[in-house]
């Protein structure tokens, strides 16, 4: 094993052992091999850029399209964007006069480029961050991608303008897509569900992100537009997770690129301290917007939250306007050094996001208009006995297993209302919901509910929920999912009654069956 590994590895495990997650190790890892004297290399530029490429794939898969189209997306994203850039350029500017020899040559325009620069959140962190939580169907986790989505768009529209590259006249050749997708998505088919489907999905991102490069757009919007275009197909969360791995791997490469950028002197560090004071601002100017859109109170503060950090974009437009000659180069360290502390910030704050609410949550709810949005309004529970949660291919195996038992009345839950949606038309008792919403939990009559199956990945979320049940005053029994023997020891040491290990139970149910179908043939 290299030396360079050696410290990924290291710093990467030390955070996960005092609980924050292993991104921030890697930025560490960065400015440790930095200061050793190692440089920032092609290939693993490379690396990032293909991390970041696929990411945006994924996403693309995940995405529905509708849910740019909300309110709540599109004006909270420019809003914020406008609001936040007209404050801090005038903030930046009153810094660089009041402290001329401290801050050097910060004219109202190369204010403005910061302050455009640090408008953007990352979508590396968040979706990162999103994932760590399986909170990525959520109603915050959606409108927190919607943001990021409409914010790269808007730095796509700015890295047109600031470089005059203009798309060829070939780009209109991209509606060709549309009647080639049936084509793709017989391809998508044909690769199976072995190793051959994330390779499809390699060559489909980085098809994608090729194309519209050959065209002058943006190739990381054709990573994504590919990913969307492709979201209805049955296989796309199949192929999502086949990448899974992949990506993580290849994004580590990312957060190493951030620190070895370049190795900051003191008045750099303390300019990025300075920018990280207010990232604060950031997260109010959200929840400001959210609320006043008529979101929930818990929506708009975990959107805001999530949201609170600088972006991998805001170095890439950093980056061009040195090029330009906008800026001075000192700049895009500081960008840099405050873009990594901010991942710090989110990670580390983000963990304890739904205690910290349960805390405060009155005082958050006094911000709550009192209309709500249709998407907003709490379900209901009618006579539930059972309550699934999770609908997922195990949830609902359990769903339906359940469902046969004419005696029993069942209900199934899930944050993703599209899923729930489909469900609901087949005649199914399910409700759309996110088990870690402890106001969702308070308005659901779960008085007759006796036991709540937690079919999650997630060991934490299902630790969560179990708290959430409690403090709801639920009094029946909790059962929950692992995939690992240490886990089922954590999850009866947090509150869950009963754990099935998810694949010793699958192998002692494929016996029962066999040996069913077995003694029937005799």
Not at 112 to 122: E, V
Not at 255 to 271: E, Q, R
Not at 403 to 423: F, Q, T, Y
Request: proline share 2%; net charge neutral.
């Amino acid at each position: 094993m290299s030396h360079s590994a050696r410290v990924y590895l290291a710093c990467g495990l030390t955070v996960k052992l005092i609980g924050i997650p292993p991104l921030v190790g890697y930025l560490v890892a960065g400015f440790l091999l930095n200061f050793a004297g190692y440089t920032l290399t092609e290939d693993l530029t490379q690396i990032a850029n293909l991390g970041i490429t696929i990411m945006l794939f994924t996403i693309g898969l995940k995405l529905n399209i509708r849910d740019l189209s909300r309110r709540e997306v599109w004006a909270g994203s420019i809003t914020h964007t406008l609001v936040w850039v007209g404050v801090i350029t005038c903030c930046l500017f009153a810094m660089g006069t009041i402290a001329a020899n401290f801050v050097d040559g910060l004219t109202w325009e190369s204010a403005a480029l910061i302050a455009f620069a640090l408008s953007f959140s990352s979508t590396v962190c968040v979706v990162k961050v999103l994932e760590e939580s399986g909170e990525s169907k959520t109603r915050h986790g959606r409108l927190a991608i919607g943001i990021l989505v409409m914010q790269d768009v808007f730095a796509v529209i700015f890295l047109v303008v600031a470089t005059g590259k203009l798309p060829s006249v070939w780009a209109l050749a991209l509606l060709a897509l549309f009647p080639a997708m049936p084509l793709i998505n017989k391809m998508i088919n044909k690769s199976g569900h072995g190793e051959l489907l994330p390779l499809t999905g390699f060559i489909l991102a980085l098809g994608g992100y090729h194309l519209f490069e050959l065209v002058n757009i943006k190739g990381d919007l054709g990573a994504l537009i590919f990913g969307i275009l492709l979201a209805q197909h049955e296989k796309a969360s199949e192929l999502a997770k086949s990448l899974l791995s992949f990506k993580d791997l290849l994004l580590i490469g990312f957060f190493l690129t951030i620190g070895l950028t370049a190795l900051p002197d003191l008045n750099m560090i303390v300019l990025a301290i300075v920018f990280c004071l207010f990232i604060p601002l950031k997260a109010a100017l959200f929840f400001g917007l959210f609320t006043s859109l008529r979101l929930r109170g818990r929506t708009a503060y975990l959107s805001s939250l999530v949201l609170s950090n600088y972006s991998e974009f805001g170095l890439i437009v950093g980056a061009l306007t040195v090029s330009l000659g906008l800026l001075a180069n000192s700049w895009l360290v500081v960008i840099a050094l405050a873009v990594s502390i901010s991942f710090i910030f989110t990670s580390v704050l983000y963990r304890n996001s739904h205690s910290r609410y349960h805390k405060y949550k009155q005082t958050i709810k006094r911000f709550e208009k009192p209309e709500r949005l249709k998407e907003d309004i709490y379900p209901t529970l009618h006579n539930a006995e059972f309550l699934v949660l999770g609908m997922g291919r195990v949830g609902r195996g359990a769903f339906n297993a359940l469902s046969k038992l004419s005696e029993v009345n069942v209900w199934g839950m899930d944050a993703d209302r599209v899923k729930i949606k489909e469900m609901a038309s087949e005649g199914l008792n399910v409700i759309c919901g996110d088990g870690e919403d402890v106001d969702l939990w308070d308005n659901l009559d779960i008085q007759q509910v006796q036991l709540v199956l937690l079919a999650l990945p997630s060991i934490q979320d299902s630790i969560n929920i179990t708290r959430q049940l409690k403090n709801a005053g639920y009094t029946g029994k909790v059962a929950a999912i692992a995939r690992y023997e240490d886990e089922v020891s954590h999850l009866l040491e947090n509150g869950v009654d009963k754990v099935f290990n998810f694949f010793t139970e699958a192998g002692l149910g494929f016996a029962e069956e066999s040996l069913a179908y077995a003694h029937a043939q005799q």
